[in-house]
């Protein structure tokens, strides 16, 4: 099925390699403090490497309905992971950096058109739908490594903490993805398993799915239990909310630079 897509509809997009250039260069200014401001260059890496994760979690989604069926994919430029491609840019791009700004949360966005009508098979669709998370979670792995692997003392500490925001980053949006809560990925992989009557009936509600989940996370309660989780999440991958903690102070530059702790408690 992948032959009905060409060379070009494959080839990856300079705005997807600016912003690679953009989070290396500014992870290098982090890692070895050759920077005026260390806030701005953990503002930079962490904006940058957060917006390469949205764009690799929709190509992962395009490129599992491309297997699945969905030859249009690659006419859409969702192959080439420029996010300026996306159907809703401001929901993919715009809003999630806005929330990670706002509160620090890795709130996921909508993004590829897939013509399912093309698609055959209830697993084909689950899996089209949870490729997207998946790539949150290899994400915050890969990110993670150093702590889990316990090399993490290591590294310098501003890159340490912007490492762990970045890695908590991944993990909220892991696990927002994956609610099944219409609109957002976690639906979208039991929705094939669901008799026609519910779809019918839920349809409606999933443009306001997002929203929904947004507006409950401004409740104390529902904040804390979900934060709870995902340091809970983090620890055992060795990340300590002391990290997260000074990555996401570091990210609010405008703030003013935080001292950083001489010792971790």
């Not at 949205?54 to 030859?71: K, M, N, Q, V």
């Not at 620090?104 to 490729?131: D, Q, Y």
């Not at 509600?205 to 239990?225: C, D, H, R, S, T």
Request: aromatic share 14%; net charge neutral; glycine share 10%.
């Amino acid at each position: 099925m992948t032959t009905a897509v060409t060379s070009s509809e494959r080839r990856v997009s300079p705005v997807f390699l600016g912003l690679l250039a953009v989070m290396s260069v500014s992870a290098w200014a982090v890692w070895s403090g050759y920077s005026a401001s260390t806030g701005f260059a953990v503002f930079l890496f962490v904006t940058s490497g957060w917006i390469v994760s949205l764009c690799l979690h929709e190509y992962a989604h395009a490129r599992t309905a491309l297997h699945g069926g969905d030859i249009t994919i690659g006419a859409k430029g969702y192959l080439t992971l420029n996010p300026l491609k996306y159907t809703h840019a401001l929901l993919s791009i715009v809003l999630p950096v806005l929330f990670v700004i706002l509160g620090g949360i890795g709130l996921p966005g909508g993004a590829v058109f897939i013509e399912r009508g093309r698609i055959r098979g209830r697993w084909k669709h689950s899996v089209i739908s949870a490729a997207g998370p998946l790539t949150n979670v290899a994400f915050a792995l890969a990110l993670t490594a150093p702590f889990w692997l316990g090399t993490a003392d290591d590294m310098p500490d501003a890159f340490r903490y912007a490492l762990a925001f970045l890695a908590l980053l991944q993990v909220t949006a892991a696990i927002l993805n994956f609610l099944p809560v219409p609109g957002l990925d976690g639906y979208g992989v039991v929705e094939p398993w669901l008799s026609y009557g519910i779809r019918r009936q839920v349809e409606p509600f999933a443009p306001f799915g997002l929203l929904a989940v947004f507006g409950l996370l401004w409740i104390p309660e529902v904040n804390q239990a979900f934060f709870g989780a995902v340091h809970g999440i983090l620890d055992i991958l060795g990340v300590a909310q002391w990290d997260t903690h000074w990555g996401q102070e570091f990210y609010r530059f405008w703030q003013g630079e935080p001292q950083i702790p001489a010792l971790s408690p």
